[in-house]
C-alpha cells in the first residue's frame, strides 16, 4: 500500500508540473508570435476615418458638463450641405440670423445656455415657454412639422 500511495503522488505532481509547464510555453509562445502594434508599418496613419465636423468650432461646456457647446454657430454650417432634406441647416441659418427666444422666467433664471443672441420679438402661450411666434423661417417650421425633419 506505501508503494500505491507515493505512486499516485508522484503522478498528481507529474501532472501538475505538466500542467503549468505547458500553460507557461503557451503564455510565452502567444506573447512572441502575436505582432507589436508599434511595430507595424501603418502604426500611427490613420486609414480613412475623419473628426467631427464641430471639432474646429469654439466650444464650451454646458452646465452639467455632459455634452459640448458651439459657440460660433457659423462654424456648423458646412456640417449640414450634403443633407437637403434635412431641417437642421434651415434651423442653423434661422437662430444665426435671429437669435433664440428669450427663456428667462419670471423670476429672472434664464433657460436658454446664455451663449447665444435672444430675440425678444417671440410670442408665447401666456405664462409658459409654449412658442406660438418664434425666430423660424416658415419653411424650418414646415420642415421640422414633416417626417424628414429631425
Not at 505532481?13 to 510555453?25: D, H
Not at 432634406?85 to 434661422?94: R, T, V
Not at 433664440?100 to 445656455?113: H, I, K, Q, R
Amino acid at each position: 500500500p506505501k508503494e500505491r500511495h507515493s505512486t499516485i503522488s508522484s503522478d498528481i505532481s507529474l501532472i501538475f508540473f505538466l500542467s503549468f509547464l505547458t500553460g507557461f510555453i503557451f503564455i510565452i509562445a502567444s506573447s512572441l508570435l502575436q505582432p507589436r502594434l508599434q511595430n507595424h508599418d501603418m502604426c500611427g496613419i490613420t486609414t480613412g476615418g475623419q473628426d467631427e465636423c464641430y471639432f474646429d468650432c469654439n466650444l464650451a461646456s454646458c452646465e452639467d458638463g455632459d455634452q459640448p457647446l458651439v459657440l460660433n454657430l457659423p462654424c456648423l454650417q458646412d456640417c449640414f450641405i450634403t443633407e437637403p432634406e434635412s431641417c437642421i441647416a434651415p434651423l442653423l441659418n434661422d437662430v444665426i440670423s435671429k437669435g433664440v427666444c428669450n427663456l428667462t422666467t419670471s423670476e429672472g433664471v434664464d433657460l436658454s445656455s446664455g451663449k447665444y443672441p435672444v430675440s425678444d420679438e417671440c410670442e408665447f402661450v401666456q405664462d409658459t415657454f409654449f412658442i406660438v411666434n418664434g425666430t423660424c423661417s416658415k419653411v424650418t417650421e414646415e420642415l421640422l412639422a414633416s417626417e424628414s425633419g429631425i
